[in-house]
Each structure stands twice: as C-alpha cells, then as structure tokens.
C-alpha cells in the first residue's frame, strides 16, 4: 500500500501539466501502472513487481495444498510462508516466485488505474456538488472510495482468474508461459464456459472494496495533516 500511493504521487507530478501542474484523466489512469507511458497504472505495475508477485505465488500455494489436519503423519508441503519461499526456491528456482509476473503487473495496473481514476473523478464531481466545502468529510472519501474500490475487480476479473490457476499450477517444461496462459483460457472457455472468467469476483470485490475506503480516508486525512504541518513550519521559518 505504501509503495502504491507513494508511486501514484510520483507518477502523478511526473505527468502533471508544467504551467498548471494538474493531471489529466488520462494520465491520472496511466500513473496508476504502465511506468513510461502515464498515475494509476505506473503504481500498480510497481507494487506488482516489487511486492505483489512473490507474495501472491506463496499465498496460492500454501492455499491450494491440501492435508488432512486429523492424520498427524499427513504434514503439509509448505509450512509457513517463509517455509514455503525456501522451498519454493529450492525446488523449481527464484524465477518461480515471479511466475505470471506479466499478468499480475497486468492487472495491478489496469486495478489502479481504475480505482485512482474512479476515485479522482468522483471526488471532483464531489466537490462540484458542495463548492462550500474545502474538505471533503471523511464518510465521504470512504463511499467514493468503496465506489471507486470495486472498479478494479470488475475491469480486471479475467486477468486475475488466469493468473491464479497458472501460479498455482507447476511449469511444464519446453512449454512458454504464453502458451501455458493460452492453454488455461482456453480450457476455461470450452470447459467452464464466460462465467468463469469471473469466479469468484463477489468475495473478491467484498475484500477490495471495503479495505479501498478505509484505505482512502485515512490517506485523505493524514495526506492534509502532513500538508498543514509542512505549511506551518515554512510559515514559522519565514517569520523568523
């Protein structure tokens, strides 16, 4: 979370207009994940390649294995997640831990940049609608936030549901990452038919959303808190 709002900003004043220093829509989508073309997708291409990807190979894993917690001689593979990273890594080799690291970037990129875009506009249209308020209240950045949260899931569902069964599933050898994603959107589709493309997106929206809103309105608060203490202290050095 750190790395994805510190980046945004960075992305954000990167892209910002020099004369005005505003950000358009656009950019404020691509700072959120794609790093050279524009807020939103620059963030969440970070986060998935620094953060995201190892972590989600180990939690796929740990969860996919199954034991019987009755037989006390039916240990699991993985222990713990540190346990699981040792192994991980023993076995089939760091690169492992960044396996479907292009579909994951994929997707932080295209979540973002639908959750900081979404989230931008609707504080705007906000603040349109009460031109008397400086602040937004803080049960408002929490709604537009859980708007705003489950934008991602929706627009990126397919991505995560591919890149879940590849992590989860070991590598064939001689067979391409690519053709390992084409094969399981294509069992997918003639197996299981469009809807699984969205499994899952129910739990998965009631996780996001939520933590977004949360997430929002303390970033709100203490992003103004951080902003009047550093005027303070400018207005204290300049009257000295």
Same mark, same amino acid.
């Given at each position: 979370?750190? %790395?994805?709002?510190?980046?945004?900003?960075?992305?954000?004043?990167?892209? #910002?207009? @020099? @004369? &005005? *220093?505003?950000?358009?829509?656009?950019?404020?989508?691509?700072? &959120?994940?794609?790093?050279? #073309?524009?807020?939103?997708?620059? #963030?969440?291409?970070? +986060?998935?390649? /620094?953060?995201?990807?190892?972590?989600?190979?180990?939690? !796929?894993?740990?969860?996919?294995?199954?034991?019987?917690?009755?037989?006390? /001689?039916?240990?699991?593979?993985?222990?713990?997640?540190?346990?699981?990273?040792?192994? !991980?890594?023993?076995? +089939?080799?760091?690169?492992? $831990?960044?396996? *479907?690291?292009? $579909?994951?970037?994929?997707?932080?990129?295209?979540?973002?940049?639908?959750?900081?875009?979404?989230?931008?506009? %609707?504080? @705007?249209?906000?603040?349109?609608?009460?031109?008397?308020?400086? +602040? /937004?209240p803080s049960y408002q950045h929490m709604v537009i936030g859980l708007i705003s949260g489950a934008m991602?899931?929706?627009?990126?569902?397919?991505?995560?549901?591919?890149?879940?069964? $590849?992590?989860?599933?070991?590598?064939?050898?001689?067979?391409?990452?690519?053709?390992?994603?084409?094969? !399981?959107?294509?069992?997918?589709?003639?197996?299981? *038919?469009?809807?699984?493309?969205? @499994?899952? !997106?129910?739990?998965?929206?009631?996780?996001?959303?939520? *933590?977004?809103?949360?997430?929002?309105?303390?970033?709100?608060?203490?992003?103004? $808190?951080?902003?009047?203490?550093? &005027? &303070?202290?400018?207005d204290d050095g300049y009257s000295e």
């Open positions: 979370m750190a %790395i994805r709002f510190a980046s945004f900003e960075a992305y954000k004043g990167w892209l #910002a207009d @020099k @004369k &005005t *220093g505003k950000t358009s829509v656009g950019g404020i989508f691509i700072a &959120t994940g794609s790093i050279r #073309a524009s807020a939103g997708l620059g #963030a969440g291409t970070t +986060e998935a390649v /620094l953060v995201v990807n190892p972590m989600e190979v180990v939690k !796929i894993r740990l969860q996919a294995q199954q034991h019987s917690l009755a037989d006390p /001689l039916d240990t699991p593979r993985y222990r713990n997640a540190g346990h699981a990273v040792y192994t !991980i890594i023993r076995e +089939e080799g760091f690169a492992t $831990l960044y396996r *479907g690291v292009t $579909l994951t970037a994929l997707r932080q990129a295209t979540n973002q940049g639908a959750n900081f875009t979404a989230y931008q506009e %609707i504080k @705007k249209l906000a603040h349109k609608f009460q031109p008397d308020l400086v +602040e /937004l991602g899931p929706f627009s990126n569902a397919p991505i995560d549901t591919i890149k879940t069964r $590849l992590q989860k599933a070991t590598a064939a050898p001689g067979v391409s990452a690519f053709q390992r994603i084409f094969a !399981i959107a294509s069992d997918m589709w003639k197996q299981e *038919g469009f809807r699984s493309f969205y @499994k899952g !997106i129910t739990p998965r929206v009631l996780r996001v959303a939520p *933590g977004q809103a949360i997430v929002f309105a303390v970033y709100e608060r203490v992003s103004n $808190l951080m902003e009047k203490i550093t &005027t &303070t202290r400018e």
